[in-house]
């Protein structure tokens, strides 16, 4: 017969669990984890009959976490910290050279750089595989949470993450988001108030994307009404194919728009105020200290430090 704790813990009932706190709704949940509504209803039952409290609750059609339910939640991500903890432990006596360097790319940014970089990582380390995962942001902090992933190169600063206690990051080169227009009034303009923008419909990012929620929040700034947008694109070369074949306006990175010269009928501008961010390296604290992820970040360093982040951008746009 099956104890108490093979019986909370056997299977997937901590994943179902913790993935259905995480969206509160059953439906959702049960797409996420591929399984049948039904199936994870049995699982969570089996959970609460386990425990001997409910771990949920329903206020109309909204789904709560009970105080058991809390309790759970705690213990579940105690318990997963301690794993991680234990794997980075072991981790840190392997090769600097071999074994998997898992990186989550938030899809929104350009990978030309970090592409090339993987390029002479392995012509020089051809033992150490290195593997990217174009990801949104959510995805990206769920999989540094659970330890899907090494690295992720993310923008900061991101206010939708409160606990940054477990987590570093390591700057990579700070950025500036540019106002993209087709209109040959304003290509003198070197810098644009957020209120002249605002003239032409937008291409924007999707809802929920970082960039997307940073434009956003510099509009409400500065009273600004947003623009209409009439597409959303998740990367910038697609953003900006639509603009230039619609003529909407839109943003991007500035190192995005690097080495980008003489677009017909296409100009940029500054925000004024400027909006800027930083690219960065995130990743779990202690996970620098695994060889493997120590070199990686090492090299990554004598890479630009040969050639800058833009500089890089260049060369590789005028291959």
């Known amino acids: 017969m099956k104890t108490k704790q093979e019986s909370i813990f056997s299977s997937k009932t901590l994943t179902y669990f913790l993935q259905l706190a995480e969206t509160m709704n059953y439906t959702q949940a049960a797409q996420i984890l591929g399984i049948t509504q039904p199936a994870l ?39 997963y910290a301690i794993l991680n903890q234990a794997t980075d432990e072991i981790q840190q006596s392997t090769s600097a050279t071999q074994g998997e360097v898992n990186i989550g790319l938030l899809a929104s940014i350009e990978d030309a750089v970090f592409e090339d970089f993987a390029i002479l990582s392995y012509q020089n380390n051809p033992e150490l595989k290195i593997s990217f995962h174009m990801l949104t942001r959510k995805e990206i902090w769920e999989r540094l949470e659970n330890n899907k992933i090494d690295l992720a190169i993310m923008y900061l600063p991101d206010d939708s993450i409160k606990n940054w206690k477990p987590y570093e990051s390591k700057k990579i080169i700070s950025d500036d988001l540019l106002f993209i227009h087709h209109d040959e009034q304003l290509a003198k303009k070197h810098r644009i108030k957020f209120k002249d923008t605002t003239a032409n419909v937008w291409a924007m990012y999707p809802d929920g ?35 230039m074949q619609t003529g909407a306006s839109t943003a991007l990175p ?29 990743f779990r604290k202690g996970k620098a200290e695994i060889p493997r992820i120590s070199h990686f970040l090492a090299q990554f360093d004598r890479y630009l430090h040969t050639d800058d982040y833009i500089s890089r951008l260049k060369q590789l746009r005028n291959k």
């Open 254 to 282: 500035n190192s995005f728009m690097v080495g980008q010269d003489n677009l017909p009928e296409t100009w940029t501008a500054h925000f004024d105020p400027n909006i800027r961010f930083d690219l960065a390296f995130v």
């Open 209 to 243: 994307y970082y960039l997307n929620q940073t434009i956003h929040e510099a509009y409400k700034n500065q009273l600004a009404d947003f623009p209409r947008g009439v597409a959303n694109f998740t990367t910038p070369t697609q953003l900006l194919h639509f603009s």
């Open 41 to 79: 209803t049995q699982q969570i039952k089996k959970l609460e009959r386990t425990v001997g409290a409910p771990l949920f609750y329903s206020v109309g059609k909204k789904l709560r976490l009970s105080d058991a339910g809390y309790t759970m939640l705690d213990a579940t991500h105690k318990i």
